[in-house]
DNA sequence: CGTAGCCTTGAAGGTGATCAATGTTTGTGG
DNA sequence: CCACAAACATTGATCACCTTCAAGGCTACG
């Protein structure tokens, strides 16, 4: 696996994440990083497997990377995508009944992760209040999103996937596109549906307008405010 | 509303919250509840609705708290159910972009709460590293539950209940009861599924064995191992 | 050049939703 | 104490949406 240090670049890169903008003074932050190396993944390649023993946690520097469980039927089941700046399994580093990764961490195109070992938490992390509710933070949010899912459990398939969609939209006004492509497989994964279902249902979202392809490598575009229309809708 | 102050019984309960536990000294305790009230809350009540401003959080003492949402349709969709050392609202006192209750709290049934202001947070709880680790447990047992839930939704409905029922079990061997009793309506829309579905699965439930039905006022006796069984076929 | 991963389409089928009606239980106020 | 409303439970009939299965195509990559 290719892995190498942390070159003065990616700490600039780091800096600027907002889980450590409230902490000041470069050693206190050096700290932080202690002990960490840059892994390089490939599209695809994993990171993290469900069952693998929890003696390290992550940090996304470039890419993205998604979390995922397989359903009793064996079918991936995605639960966050962890774009830069995102913690992979910190959360679960001062949680004591788990033993293992409850999850597994794919790369989506070629990644960056900083991989740092548990006694860096345990020694710089756990007792910096600061990067506890950094970490608090992003749980919550996570949380919410999850949640925000839920809520359209009970709706259509293509508001479900409107919902999905502006989630992960950039800061658009009128036209966007989103932070990470998304292929129809991984939308399905989200949201819990078979493939097909998620195709017919981003055919029809083309028909009205609502999505537009513009070259046959471009991600599709999106119109914010028919996206809109269409949730208020009913 | 009836409210009256935090009495030395209350107070016993409260030390022996999971929460609590590894905060040594009495004084540090009373300083976590200062100017805490304890509320009385008659079955259904609300406790927090939708929008209310984020002034307070609680902890329920007793009884049962349900946390819910409403979908685009209007249906209740259930998010959690806060049971006895449970904490509602105390993850964004803070999360400083939200400005409001995201949802709504609903006693299950006669139930107690602490109810403690905003400002004995950021007082004694925010600088608190044992119980901001405590809080983040909390959260991320709450967040796995709904990941939990999440897998589950590829499954036929019958196994989404076992699932849900599993959840709520009291340690039982082999016949078990579950901690709370939860109606038809509130597993419909714990699972985002329509009560008449629910009906007819537990129905089938019965039909097997893998529920019984004793009183007619009692809840209902669930064979562990055959709910076991019910999952982990196919 | 062959395989792997993703996309697409169509046909058939099933699970759960919806609608409507009725029963049961609980609590409320006259 | 009775009457009534509100919440919950139940059943049956019909229907829509999504799944499943099967088959084929496209693109990237070793």
């Keep these: 696996m290719p892995y190498s240090l942390l070159s003065q670049q990616d700490v600039e890169t780091l800096v600027h994440f907002d889980l450590f903008k409230d902490t000041v003074g470069r050693d206190e932050l050096m700290k932080l990083f202690a002990d960490g190396k840059v892994r390089e993944l490939k599209h695809r390649e994993i990171l993290i497997s469900v069952g693998a023993p929890l003696d ?3 940090l996304v520097l470039d890419g993205a990377v998604k979390l ?52 860096t938490f345990s020694q710089a992390w756990l007792g910096n209040l600061t990067i506890m509710h950094k970490i608090n ?9 999850i949640q925000d899912d839920k809520i359209m459990s009970t709706s259509p ?7 999905l969609l502006l989630r992960h939209l950039n800061e658009g006004k009128t036209a966007s596109n ?28 083309q028909a009205e307008g609502v999505t537009e392809k513009l070259g ?7 119109h ?3 996206l809109v229309k269409l949730l208020d809708l009913n």
Tied chains: 1, 2.
């Design 68 to 119: 995922l469980k397989h359903s009793p039927k064996g079918e991936d089941i995605i639960m966050h995508f962890a774009l830069p700046g995102d913690l992979i399994g910190a959360l679960l580093m001062n949680q004591t009944q788990q033993k293992s990764y409850p999850l597994s961490a794919k790369a989506m195109g070629p990644s960056r992760v900083l991989v740092l070992p548990k006694k």
């Design 56 to 58: 390290s946690f992550a």
């Design 216 to 222: 046959d490598k471009q991600p599709e575009l999106i």
């Design 178 to 205: 989103l932070k990470i492509s998304l292929t129809r497989q991984e939308i399905a994964d989200s949201l819990g549906v078979a493939v097909e279902s998620v195709i017919r249902a981003m055919r029809e979202l």
């Design 224 to 226: 914010v405010p028919k």
């Design 157 to 163: 398939l293509k508001k479900r996937i409107a919902n």
């Design 137 to 145: 933070q992003l749980l919550y949010r996570r949380m919410h999103n």
